[in-house]
Protein backbone atom coordinates (compact mmCIF):
# COMPACT_ATOMS: atom_id res chain seq x y z
CA UNK A 1 0.00 0.00 0.00
CA UNK A 2 2.87 2.28 0.96
CA UNK A 3 4.55 1.89 -2.70
CA UNK A 4 1.38 2.14 -4.15
CA UNK A 5 1.06 6.22 -2.31
CA UNK A 6 4.51 6.76 -3.35
CA UNK A 7 4.14 6.46 -7.19
CA UNK A 8 1.43 8.76 -6.61
CA UNK A 9 3.22 11.04 -4.92
CA UNK A 10 6.26 10.65 -7.98
CA UNK A 11 3.19 10.90 -10.70
CA UNK A 12 2.31 13.88 -8.95
CA UNK A 13 5.59 15.52 -8.75
CA UNK A 14 6.26 14.84 -12.65
CA UNK A 15 2.91 16.38 -13.32
CA UNK A 16 3.53 19.59 -11.51
CA UNK A 17 7.14 19.95 -13.01
CA UNK A 18 5.84 19.38 -16.71
CA UNK A 19 2.34 21.57 -16.19
CA UNK A 20 5.42 24.19 -14.29
CA UNK A 21 7.46 24.11 -17.56
CA UNK A 22 4.31 24.49 -19.83
CA UNK A 23 3.42 27.49 -18.11
CA UNK A 24 6.72 28.63 -18.42
CA UNK A 25 7.29 28.41 -22.28
CA UNK A 26 3.53 29.11 -22.89
CA UNK A 27 4.18 32.73 -21.78
CA UNK A 28 6.93 32.78 -24.57
CA UNK A 29 5.29 30.54 -27.43
CA UNK A 30 1.96 31.19 -27.27
CA UNK A 31 1.74 34.59 -25.85
CA UNK A 32 4.34 36.47 -28.24
CA UNK A 33 2.50 36.11 -31.58
CA UNK A 34 -1.20 36.27 -29.73
CA UNK A 35 0.27 40.30 -28.22
CA UNK A 36 1.40 41.06 -32.33
CA UNK A 37 -2.06 39.94 -33.88
CA UNK A 38 -4.37 40.95 -30.41
CA UNK A 39 -2.90 42.60 -28.02
CA UNK A 40 -6.67 43.29 -25.92
CA UNK A 41 -7.13 39.62 -26.30
CA UNK A 42 -3.89 38.56 -24.74
CA UNK A 43 -4.81 41.20 -21.97
CA UNK A 44 -8.12 39.94 -21.47
CA UNK A 45 -6.69 36.41 -21.22
CA UNK A 46 -5.04 37.47 -17.76
CA UNK A 47 -8.58 37.97 -16.48
CA UNK A 48 -9.28 34.17 -17.45
CA UNK A 49 -6.15 33.19 -15.92
CA UNK A 50 -6.28 34.54 -12.92
CA UNK A 51 -10.34 33.51 -12.33
CA UNK A 52 -9.54 30.00 -12.64
CA UNK A 53 -6.53 30.43 -10.20
CA UNK A 54 -8.78 32.22 -7.66
CA UNK A 55 -11.00 29.43 -7.72
CA UNK A 56 -8.03 26.17 -7.79
CA UNK A 57 -6.57 28.11 -4.79
CA UNK A 58 -9.82 28.02 -2.62
CA UNK A 59 -10.47 24.38 -3.66
CA UNK A 60 -9.05 21.59 -1.46
CA UNK A 61 -7.47 19.34 -4.04
CA UNK A 62 -5.78 21.61 -6.67
CA UNK A 63 -4.20 24.34 -4.54
CA UNK A 64 -0.78 23.60 -5.77
CA UNK A 65 -1.91 23.88 -9.15
CA UNK A 66 -4.04 27.40 -8.40
CA UNK A 67 -0.47 28.68 -7.26
CA UNK A 68 1.00 27.57 -10.37
CA UNK A 69 -1.65 29.11 -12.58
CA UNK A 70 -1.22 32.09 -10.27
CA UNK A 71 2.39 32.46 -11.25
CA UNK A 72 1.27 32.12 -15.17
CA UNK A 73 -1.23 34.55 -14.96
CA UNK A 74 1.09 37.16 -13.45
CA UNK A 75 3.87 36.58 -16.14
CA UNK A 76 1.11 36.62 -18.93
CA UNK A 77 -0.35 39.78 -17.39
CA UNK A 78 3.74 41.24 -17.74
CA UNK A 79 3.84 40.12 -21.35
CA UNK A 80 0.79 41.41 -22.47
CA UNK A 81 1.38 44.79 -20.94
Known amino acids: ?48 WLSLARQWLADRRRPLWGSLIWGFGLAWLCGSL
Do not use: S
Not at 4 to 28: I, P, Q, S, Y
Open 1 to 48: MVAGGREATVAHRNAVVLGGRFFGLGTGFFQAPLVRQAPWLALVGTVG
